[in-house]
């Protein structure tokens, strides 16, 4: 498709350290949880594929999306423990360990692309730093498209929302629901479907692109476009294997890694509306949340935006005071030789 190539023609900017390559071949299992035509696992897929051209297939690297060789919720320490050398993993869903990883998942603190990307340049030095005290290397954070509210039926106030059976997929939605009445259940993307059909749940907070994947018109029939906040993925190595690598092969896997940010940015953000049309063209009510339904989460998120800051200490407030004096460098132009040819 256009986009791997348009990827394949970057390549020649992480191609001059070619010459320079590991002591021996090496192959990298990258577990990732979502559908494999998912824009961050199609992200990963050719952020392999540059490691692999540019180091001539020294380093190989292999994306097992859907959560096939790890749940989401074992990606993490799976690349902890080294059974798996590289993820992706979906940054919140670990705000237990650190309430720094929930920063993106703040109802309403950053809601547009742009505010998302300031709010992760000001976070992504903290977020670095925790991940290196748990032996682990950064290599590059993507956003889902905003958050709106899907359901079985009509939801007009948070009210509507009491006795709900919400499926959550971090602490933040769990805490969401809690507030809004509802009874929330952790459950993977890889099972949503299931827990759909099955009744488990019968309302959630996701982008458009996970009702896409999991076609949940199907089982339900609203969507609220709250546009509340954009949660990221992010990619990490396990630090000793990093090690293992020769520092011009690290400073390919950097130069890819960049280059699949950059992507993944732009991509996320033209799918968002993409996304929303396919809902309604499959049946679902898609529509701006009522001022009542959009007032009430509102409300609901500057508590949580206040609990938060609690949890998150100094360092929560250092990020919120950087990104709110609208510091952060602006989100990068996608350069135009990036623009997919396939539309
Ligand atoms: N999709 C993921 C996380 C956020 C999103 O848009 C999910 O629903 O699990």
Do not use: C
Not at 205 to 233: C, M
């Amino acid at each position: 498709m256009g986009i791997a190539r348009v990827f394949a023609a970057l390549l020649g900017s992480v191609v001059f350290a070619a010459g320079s390559l590991p002591a021996a071949a090496e192959k990298w299992d990258m577990p990732t949880a979502y559908a494999p035509g998912n824009f961050h696992s199609q992200t990963a897929v050719m952020f392999a594929e540059a490691v692999g051209r540019a180091t001539d297939g020294e380093l190989e690297i292999v994306v097992h999306a859907g959560g096939s060789l790890f749940a989401g919720g074992e990606i993490k320490r799976a690349v902890q423990t080294g059974q798996a050398p590289i993820g992706e993993r979906l940054m919140s869903a670990l705000s237990n360990e650190d309430a720094i990883f929930g920063v993106d998942a703040v109802p309403f603190l950053a809601t547009s692309y742009d505010d998302a990307w300031r709010l992760y340049q000001a976070s992504k030095p903290a977020i670095v730093e925790k991940l290196a005290k748990q032996g682990l290397v950064f290599l590059y954070a993507t956003p889902w498209p905003p958050q709106g509210l899907y359901s079985d039926r009509a939801i007009d106030d948070v009210a509507d929302m009491q006795g709900m059976r919400f499926r959550a997929y971090n602490p933040a939605t769990s805490r969401l629901a809690e507030l809004m009445g509802a009874t929330p259940t952790q459950i993977e993307t890889a099972e949503l479907s299931q827990a759909l059909a099955t009744g488990v749940a019968n309302s959630l907070i996701t982008s458009g692109a996970t009702g896409v994947d999991r076609k949940v018109w199907e089982h339900l029939s609203h969507f609220y476009d709250l546009q509340a906040w954009l949660p990221k993925n992010m990619v990490f190595v396990n630090k000793r294997m990093w090690d293992r690598l020769d520092p011009e092969t690290q400073a390919v896997v950097r130069g890819a890694a960049a280059m699949a940010e950059s992507f993944g940015w732009s991509r996320s953000e033209e799918l968002a509306g993409q996304h929303l049309t396919m809902l309604a063209e499959n049946g679902m009510q898609v529509q701006p949340a009522g001022a009542a339904l959009q007032d009430g989460v509102t409300s609901i998120g500057q508590q949580m935006a206040e609990e938060w800051l609690a949890d998150a200490g100094a360092s929560g407030a250092q990020i919120l005071q950087t990104f709110r004096n609208g510091n952060g460098a602006a989100k990068p132009v996608r350069p135009a030789t990036l623009v997919p040819t396939n539309r």
